[in-house]
């Protein structure tokens, strides 16, 4: 049987075989697989000796080093957690392997930048906010992610085409603009990113716009006019934030790139674009320590909405594998409604919760985002193991929808009526096999009981009565 996974009412699509790797994103998948295998081993042992501390460094060092993660901040690392490890005495402790855990947890928080730091804000409107990096890193894009999400927060920006070299930039940031309802000043290809930089700071100042984002141009390797450039709309708009778009699947060349940025600009932030790739992702976990500059904001997908705020614990906790769930409820707030939220809750106390409301909850989940991104958030499970990307099937949701739609009002309610000639109905409705259908009652029968069994019984959970009387008015249906 396939393993389930439930979390807080959400029903992900089963898993025949749960093992193999899974990051919070497909960059660090190999980096947490390495990790958790040092880490297995040093649990295992029970009492460590330094010879054993030695060696499990030793793997970690492989595991960063392969990630590409910069020689220099290798070292400074190991040297941390070592002497953090010594000098709590945690090798003559009762769960050592379990404390180095922790120990190169905070290490990597450390690493990542401490804490995460909030985009400043000007005293007096606008906030201009400057995006500077190379050709190729996504900083177009960046910027109309950026201006959607100050846009949900309820302030007013302005974007600015400064990109007046690369051909199509600034019909680029027209559409993006457009796209997140977000107006543009543009500027003539191959005129003077200055002269537009001016007019934008204008414009935002007389209109009342309360942010401006300007997009510089880029090159496809740091050079004297790349700089210069930068440089000269930096001055001109005199940047609240001067933030720095890497694109972290280009490894040292980012770091490298960000090192000269750092000597000639000043960024004040940065934005790590493409961490939903699967290069090995040592910018992310070199920059800070290298250069000194917080990372922002994190870009995790191609749409406009993947733009995540930069949590330096939560990063870590997501690279060692224990999930990151706080992202996960921000993300689930943004996307459900709460009143929708609280009704689904209500039916869930109430025992009435049915295929209908099933079918509402997949629709939810959806709103989330791509399952990956889900499943990349929960901790592992004790005893299930990790489930890697290739066991996750979007389009499982899909059919589940589409066999619960063909299904009548009836049958949503009370699915237990379902019989042979209704699975064969309902299959033909929906484009899938009777088993499909099959399947999916019997998941939500699954699903269900654990409702059953766990209503009322957490500690300090409101209405246990009311949960023991909800489980005794729970229909009688096969199998419970």
């Known amino acids: 049987m396939g393993v389930g996974l439930w979390c807080g009412g959400m029903s992900l ?32 042992k029970g009492k460590l000796s330094e010879d054993d501390l030695d060696e499990g460094l030793r793997e970690i060092r492989l595991a960063l080093l392969e990630a590409d993660v910069s020689a220099s901040v290798v070292r400074i690392f190991l040297q941390r957690v070592r002497e953090e490890a010594v000098g709590q005495q945690v090798l003559r402790s009762i769960t050592p392997g379990q404390q180095i855990v922790k120990i190169v947890h905070d290490e990597l928080v450390r690493l990542l930048g401490h804490e995460h730091r909030p985009l400043r ?15 190729g890193s996504g900083k177009t894009t960046a910027a109309a992610k950026l201006a959607r999400q100050l846009k949900a927060q309820g302030l007013r920006p302005l974007l600015a085409a400064c990109d007046l070299q690369r051909p199509a930039a600034v019909d680029q940031l027209v559409m993006l603009g457009a796209q997140v309802d977000v107006d543009v000043e543009a500027g003539e290809p191959g005129g ?18 309360s942010a401006l984002i300007v997009d510089s141009a880029g090159r496809l390797h740091v050079d004297p006019e790349l700089m210069d450039e930068a440089a000269r709309v930096r001055d001109a708009v005199q940047p609240t934030e001067t933030i720095l778009v890497l694109d972290a699947m280009t490894g040292q060349d980012a770091l490298n790139a960000a090192i000269a940025f750092n000597e000639t600009i000043g960024p004040t932030g940065a934005i790590l674009t493409k961490l939903d790739g699967d290069a090995r992702g040592g910018a992310a976990l070199s920059l800070a320590e290298t250069t000194g500059i917080p990372i922002l904001y994190a870009s995790v997908g191609e749409k406009l909405e993947d733009l995540e705020a930069f949590h330096p614990d939560r990063m870590a906790s997501r690279i060692l594998g224990m999930g990151d769930v706080l992202t996960l409820v921000e993300r689930a707030e943004a996307s459900i409604a709460a009143e929708d939220a609280e009704a689904m809750e209500r039916k869930m106390l109430e025992a009435s919760f049915d295929l209908a409301d099933f079918l509402e909850q997949l629709r939810m989940i959806k709103k989330m985002g791509p399952l990956e991104g889900i499943v990349g958030m929960l901790p592992k499970i004790p005893g299930v193991g990790k489930i890697s990307e290739d066991q996750i099937d979007e389009g499982a949701l899909t059919r589940t929808e589409a066999i619960i739609q063909s299904m009548t009002p009836g049958e949503r309610a009370k699915p237990q009526i379902i019989n042979g000639s209704r699975r064969e109905r309902i299959a033909r409705g929906s484009g899938t096999k009777p088993q499909d259908v099959s399947q999916v009652v019997k998941q939500f029968d699954m699903m269900r009981k654990m409702m059953r069994q766990t209503i009322g019984r957490i500690p300090g959970m409101p209405g246990r009565k009311a949960g023991r009387k909800a489980r005794r008015a729970l229909p009688k249906m096969k199998g419970f």
């Open 13 to 44: 699509p089963p898993h025949e075989d749960p093992t193999g790797p899974v990051g919070s994103l497909r960059m660090f998948e190999n980096l947490s697989e390495r990790l958790d295998g040092a880490f297995q081993r040093l649990r295992r």
């Open 192 to 209: 003077d990113p200055v002269a537009v930089a001016r007019r934008a700071i204008d414009r935002a100042r007389r209109d009342g716009y």
């Open 121 to 135: 804000m000007a005293e007096q409107p606008p906030t201009v906010i400057l995006l500077v990096g190379l050709q």
